[in-house]
């Protein structure tokens, strides 16, 4: 396997973006499940909406020009002759001189071609007076007024929010094809390793937070996670897993197994592949340096480090919305703002830092402090509000300084 | 029943400001389904996490001061004893002059009060050269560094995030107190409104939206959702809905029925409760005037428009933030940018209008021009990129002023 060098957070984020969407296959979801999901192909109503001519208003559909001249001091006299809930099917046609009482929403009579509002008459018994000329059209809402049948209603690769749906329900759809979500499967590393179901640890073991927390965070993307759990960090282990999940994967992310040390085993499980193609193996950042992104086997992999604070972290600066690109799924946009530095931070030269800080209030005034604790800790995550960006060629960041801070 | 007078938005949101988030009762539920919950009792560390001391790096545990002195040109020579991967349990404690290897996050040998990296070392068979001088706690993670036991680690009433999660697996915990999601019954009224198992519509129906769609909108604050259907607009059905759902809601949100025509049930039904408090009757704005807010056996109600386009858009506007709010869930923040106005806006004068509006490039530059259906087209939203908010007394919006857009 030919090892790259360590290449810069830019040189990062044009490898990303230079990975083109995946193409799944469709599969056919309810209306309901369709929610934030791709249209696979175009979709054309089989119906006018409405299909029937009916009101905006509740009034009286009247014929317009049986109206002409009505005025406050000139009432007009019409013949009430039915009243039409929303719902119902008009029973009667109007003929010159008569009116039906329509809800809003409801189906209006033949020959009608207008509303008057009920603020514009005067009901009578059995008549209805009007003091308010209407011109033919007025609060009628037309046949295919919202939709007409045969329109391409939604277009294919379209995302599919809440409106969407609600003009899909209009037009009586109740299933929709889509693209499946692309499989993101999900491997935790490490034989120090151990589920919460396990009450007493021993020495050198601790709980598994990755499998829990990416495991979410990958959810949240709008992927499918395959989850395989805790592998053990032997070579055999970790090399079937990985032959498994390429079988029924688009995207592979292992936590885990990065580093240079003795027990990494990552990288050389990963050499015994023939078609393996590493894109990156070292990303010039603090944390997750060792970071590797490859092609096998057409699929996408990711090792991320091992402590869940840098996984995470790098998860949140460069997957997260990665993987919202290959599932189509809406970018998360991050929110940001200039604080000024409360206490002088100190960076690692040769990296571009990631730093966790916390926002505090001191004399009336929002101010940046770094967490003392790295990313050994899962508690710096904790208690970070956001990050600030710290440049490769900076060392010290002075108090009093303005820095943008990237709220999680 | 009192009906109150119309009120501004201005006092419609004071009025929901001034509801006090609903207390619910506390439930189990496993770490995973956590996310996005709110603790309900303070939950203390039973461990220390980590409860070993271990090592930040991949390196030597070493005894600190068996390497004072120690330089490129004056490497010192340690014995090698052991070899400690993550997740071993060290068998070896450390004489003077002695040395193990520790890779990261593996426990270290007693004794040992100090982490030589790696790139300081030079491995003989069983010896190591050691070419840099550590001061004592050199790269060790000491017992409790990120969590101590017996501390409260998450305070009640706080929203569950990924990071909480995180450390709450390094507890590790299983299970969390949190309180249960308020329950908001969701009943759409109409005569009209059919199903979409129904293939061809009569004359009147038409198919049902505000069930799909506000039950959708309402799931994402973070609420339990009852869903009844659609109910008959006849006073026993709705009125026996609605003595159902008292019993078992804290919140109820009914769509349709509002307005002043025959037809609408939702006021007549609320009128023979004793205990009803119509908080809010009518909101001088458009879309969405006829809105009801009341408190009903301890229980708040909302009725909402039956246009599915006005009732969406009171339910962003309005109440996405306030069910939020009910149930602890992170608060929506909306997107918005000033742009200008390509086409003049017409508006009416009285009320406060939430124009839906559509961004479009004309001459190199994004303008907003009007949607021309209004909001008895659910076609209004779909084409809609957000709204604008036009005041009360203005009637028209020229081109070329500038107006702030919101985006859906």
Redesign the interface.
């Known amino acids: 396997m030919k090892f790259l060098k360590t290449i810069s957070v830019e040189e990062f984020k044009n490898i990303l973006n230079s990975i083109s969407k995946i193409v799944t296959d469709e599969e056919l979801v309810s209306?309901?499940d369709s929610?934030n999901r791709i249209i696979s192909r175009d979709l054309p109503s089989n119906?006018n909406?409405?299909?029937?001519r009916?009101s905006?208003m509740?009034g009286y559909a009247v014929i317009a020009e049986d109206t002409f001249g009505a005025e406050e001091d000139n009432l007009i006299e019409l013949e009430l002759i039915e009243?039409?809930?929303?719902?119902?099917?008009?029973q009667k046609e109007l003929n010159k001189g008569q009116c039906s009482?329509v809800?809003?929403?409801?189906?209006i009579p033949e020959n009608s071609n207008g509303i008057v509002m009920?603020e514009f008459s005067d009901k009578q018994e059995n008549n209805v007076l009007i003091s308010n000329a209407i011109t033919p059209g007025t609060h009628v809402?037309e046949i295919g007024?919202?939709?007409k049948k045969g329109d391409v209603?939604v277009k294919k690769n379209t995302l599919i929010?809440?409106?969407?749906?609600?003009?899909l329900?209009?037009?009586?759809?109740?299933e929709v094809s889509v693209y499946k979500k692309p499989i993101v499967s999900l491997i935790s590393t490490?034989?120090?390793?151990v589920s919460?179901?396990?009450?007493e640890?021993?020495?050198?073991?601790?709980?598994?937070?990755n499998s829990?927390?990416l495991?979410?965070?990958i959810e949240n993307t709008g992927v499918q996670v395959n989850f395989l759990g805790v592998v053990k960090?032997e070579y055999e282990d970790l090399k079937n897993s990985m032959d498994n999940v390429l079988e029924n994967s688009d995207i592979i992310i292992l936590s885990g197994g990065t580093?240079?040390?003795?027990?990494d085993l990552g990288p050389r499980v990963l050499e015994d592949y023939n078609d393996i193609e590493i894109l990156i193996h070292g990303v010039k950042i603090k944390p997750g340096k060792p970071m590797i992104f490859a092609k096998l086997k057409k699929k996408l992999l990711f090792i991320l480090p091992?402590?869940?604070?840098s996984a995470?972290s790098c998860f949140y600066v460069f997957i997260d919305n990665f993987l919202r690109k290959m599932s189509g799924y809406p970018l998360r946009?991050r929110?940001s703002k200039e604080i000024e530095v409360g206490e002088r931070i100190y960076s690692t030269v040769g990296r571009h830092e990631f730093k966790a800080v916390k926002i505090q209030e001191v004399d009336g005034k929002k101010r940046i402090f770094p967490i003392k604790?790295?990313s050994?800790?899962?508690?710096t995550?904790?208690y970070?509000d956001g990050y600030i960006e710290i440049d490769e060629l900076e060392s010290i960041i002075e108090r009093g300084d303005n820095r943008r801070v990237y709220f999680?």
Not at 169 to 174: Q, V
């Open positions: 209306l309901e929610f119906i909406v409405p299909h029937f009916k905006r509740d009243t039409i809930q929303a719902g119902d099917i008009p009482y809800a809003t929403g409801a189906a009920v809402i007024h919202d939709v209603i929010d809440l409106a969407t749906i609600g003009i329900a209009s037009c009586g759809i109740k490490g034989n120090e390793l919460q179901d396990i009450k640890l021993d020495i050198g073991k601790i709980y598994d937070i829990i927390v495991k979410k965070a960090d580093s240079k040390g003795e027990g091992g402590y869940p604070t995470l946009e929110f604790t790295g050994e800790a899962i508690s995550m904790f970070a999680f």
